[in-house]
């Protein structure tokens, strides 16, 4: 593993770590909030915080599962094991937290019961917002960190890093801020108005809002697990280093698959030179796996299959995982 490529996992335990204390302590607040107040927004606010903590510790797993070396049963190491961790947090978000909050904002809409006690609440959404945007704001400086490194936006880093523990956390702090604002209003107008039917919409919009991030990161995480390939930059990049090497005619297939956070196969049916002797392309394959594995580390795999000519084949490759992406180009070198 690279210095690099410690330094961000080490980031991502902390930013983990970080993230499951300020939860913890949010979630007892709130719940004693709810309890004292009687605030359906209140109590889902608590639910999410408790679905918020168990997802980080489900993200620690995630990390620390994932990291294990490659053994004899399984020599591609534990990268996707990671991925599992992961998909339980955004399952277990979907379930507790979206599932509490809708449930309790429409019991609340049907009964109106409130305890009228509604200071507690304004006190302990103020201090959760303090202390969720400070995780935030950690989570925020990786990705801006990470987003320079590869040379692109904030956004699109968040849209194809397989690193899914930082776009869980990035997610969730914010969707924990706009929940806090959600909760604030439905009290504030169920103060103002006398009515608990808001403080029952604020626990739904909460539940659905929860609703939203799981599913976003359940799907991110079910199209690891199933096997995507890296960004379409990247596949282009890996096509022209070893289309560049002096024995290799064309690259007949080049397929690509993301292991880990940090690990990626890359195998390819290469067209040798007509004339390339054996010791030449073993040597080109060794120069292959230089080649991908310096200028990007994530790569750890490398397995090229010497393969005939076809009639009036040219120097790209035949076959890839290529498709029409309209994103295409503004894709980072980061798988």
């Given amino acids: 593993m690279s210095q690099a490529e410690v330094r961000t996992e080490s980031e991502s335990v902390g930013t983990v770590i970080v993230a499951g204390a300020a939860n913890l302590a949010i979630a007892i607040a709130k719940l004693v909030a709810g309890v004292i107040s009687g605030s359906a927004a209140m109590l889902s606010e608590a639910a999410h915080s408790v679905a918020d903590t168990t997802t980080e510790v489900l993200l620690y797993q995630a990390l620390r599962r994932g990291a294990r070396p490659a053994d004899q049963r399984h020599p591609f190491g534990y990268g996707k094991e990671s991925y599992v961790w992961a998909f339980f947090a955004a399952m277990f978000t979907f379930v507790a937290g979206a599932g509490f909050a809708v449930t309790h904002g429409v019991t609340t809409i049907l009964v109106h019961q409130h305890s009228g006690n509604y200071l507690i609440s304004y006190i302990v959404l103020g201090v959760s917002f303090v202390i969720e945007s400070i995780s935030l704001t950690r989570a925020v400086r990786q990705v801006r960190r990470?987003?320079?490194?590869?040379?692109?936006?904030?956004?699109?880093?968040?849209?194809?890093?397989?690193?899914?523990?930082?776009?869980?956390?990035?997610?969730?702090?914010?969707?924990?801020?706009?929940?806090?604002?959600?909760?604030?209003?439905?009290?504030?107008?169920?103060?103002?108005?006398?009515?608990?039917?808001?403080?029952?919409?604020?626990?739904?919009?909460?539940?659905?809002?929860?609703?939203?991030?799981?599913?976003?990161?359940?799907?991110?995480?079910?199209?690891?697990?199933?096997?995507?390939?890296?960004?379409?930059?990247?596949?282009?990049?890996?096509?022209?280093?070893?289309?560049?090497?002096p024995e290799v005619e064309r690259i007949d297939t080049l397929l690509t698959m993301q292991l880990g956070p940090d690990d990626v196969l890359v195998a390819a049916k290469v067209d040798f030179r007509d004339e390339a002797t054996g010791a030449a392309i073993e040597a080109t394959a060794d120069e292959a796996e230089r080649r991908l594995t310096g200028r990007y580390p994530e790569i750890r795999y490398v397995f090229l299959d010497p393969t005939r000519s076809l009639p009036g084949a040219t120097g790209r490759a035949r076959h890839t995982q290529a498709g029409p992406d309209p994103d295409a180009g503004d894709e980072p070198d980061h798988p």
């Fill in 146 to 245: 990470e987003s320079r490194r590869w040379r692109t936006t904030p956004r699109r880093f968040l849209r194809l890093t397989a690193d899914t523990t930082v776009k869980a956390v990035f997610l969730e702090d914010s969707a924990a801020l706009i929940g806090l604002l959600l909760a604030g209003l439905g009290v504030g107008l169920s103060e103002a108005t006398g009515d608990e039917v808001w403080d029952g919409i604020a626990s739904i919009l909460i539940g659905l809002l929860l609703l939203t991030v799981a599913g976003i990161l359940a799907s991110n995480n079910l199209s690891l697990l199933v096997g995507r390939s890296v960004p379409e930059r990247l596949r282009h990049e890996i096509e022209r280093e070893l289309t560049g090497l």
